[in-house]
């Protein structure tokens, strides 16, 4: 059944049968002209936005749209986490090709539940309409955080050590993958990248794990590559950065499928983006710390990249073969 | 200057120049991964969120950028203020062709924003993207209730009056203009229905004041056509409705542009959608009182166009020529 068979009514009520509540605290949920939450008087409030649209973000015929609903949420959830919050509540815009098929649609909404189950999130409304050409998933998430416990970019300190989780690059490298001539030999071969780029996992557990036992000054998550997001952290906080190429985290994936496709790693760790890592600074005192507990408790591989410097100086990388100055060069939309 | 020409911060950088904060509870705003917000003890969050896409709901050439931006801000509006809330914080997604200018996007972003600042909203943050072809502009609103006061659409009850603020129909009447081939013409001469259908104005005083002072037993607003609103009530209260031709409001241009266009005017006031006036419910007794009221405090148009009436009896209207079945049709995108 195609969408332009559907009544649009009979659409929000399949949709909304598709999703599940995970709160007590929904006065009123879907089926009205919005939905009521009773906040807790001791929490913040944060609220993240991500538009993907077919052609930009994603290649409808290389990706299935459970993957799809499962990204939009994603990549939502990892704002919300980098602000050292927990996700509590989203919305979900779709515009949508007449074309489009039901079973399309309620595939998107089942990868966007399955994620949300998982980090005990609701969905609480939405709005569905026709796009002329293209698919377009808007995911708007709530969080909460407790009252001036949130972690922004703009507090690193000199001295300080830069953090990461996981590895870098690998999403750079899925997506090479999928825009590859060799696509169908390649995705069998490199299962790994692909998952890292269509099924990034947020860092929630990671966060709160460092963020209670530590003093983590500054976060971000690596959406647009590890240049850009060190650049953001380190304009607000108003310092420079050194890292050391031999300490960024790459998968042997990663490098394998870089060298086959003549490509550079360091660029892909760099400038690829998409990660979803977290990218965050803690006293060089509590560093190690850092990484022994996450290692230890949650299994997650944690690397310390580099260390934050003065202004003056601004973000520098020790090469193999010597320093060079790391451009803010990021993934650019336009 | 066209958006593939300028760096994806800089454009954030501009557009955020060009919002204020309304607010000292933001504790941060637009520039991180997320806002926060110092919630009340006493109050309960409401969010909504509505897409327009070129092509669907809008055509370019037909509708300046300052209007694009103020039609979605106000259609928000609308959703929070039928919810008897009073709206607080937005965020902003635009998904942009290549070729728009950056002078088109800061009008958007004037056009959001001179609405936002006139009803005391905040922008806290948004996502700009690029679209392969149509411009698509997401907006999330949050708005806030004392707690347990909201209105919602399912308590109306047999016996109570039911209720319009302003009049309708005048937005399709506006959008026939928009798309007749007689649009230089016609729109210089019905500046009010082209008003209605490009700058609807949300109706947030008018249901302020009901609210404080009556009874309202449920409340949305008109955005998808008087029959299709009224079957939503009736559908969420579990009850009929009964609504008479002669006392719906519809202006003298309305009824003057459709009797041009050879058009029934009653079609364009039951499914013409997107009036963004309040329909709502009241017990019979204030009915009076209400409409007294809002006349005189704020010289807001207020008609009583009919009565609850049991389950069974369903949707009917009492036509000049005698009595029918009102159907659901409304507005459907797809």
Redesign the interface.
Known sequence: MQ??E???FK?INRLSNLVKSNSSKI??GI???????????D?????????L?????FLKDKVSPFQLGYKSLAVNIS??V??G?RPT?L?I????P?STTVKYIEDIYNGINNLAQEYKISV???????????L?I?I?L??E?P?GE?I???NAQVGDSILVTGNLGASKAGLEILLSANYQKLKEEYPYLINKHLEPQPRLSEMQLVKKQFNITSM??ISDGLASELHEITS?SKVGALIYEEMIPISHSTKELAQNLNKSTLDYALFGGEDYELLFTTPASQSQKVKEKIETELDTQISIIGEITTLDKGINLIKEDGKVKVK?QGY???
Request: no cysteine; charged share 20%.
């Open positions: 969408v332009s559907i009544d649009e659409l006065e009123l089926g009205d002209d919005g939905a009521v939450i009773n906040n807790q008087n929490q913040q409030t944060i609220i993240t936005t991500d538009m649209i077919e052609g930009t973000h704002d919300i980098a602000m919050g509540y919305t815009s779709l515009g949508l007449k609480i409304g939405g709005d569905t309409t026709s796009s002329p050409n293209d377009i808007n708007n709530l969080g955080v009252k949130y922004s970019r703009s971000n998550d607000a803010k650019n939309h336009f």
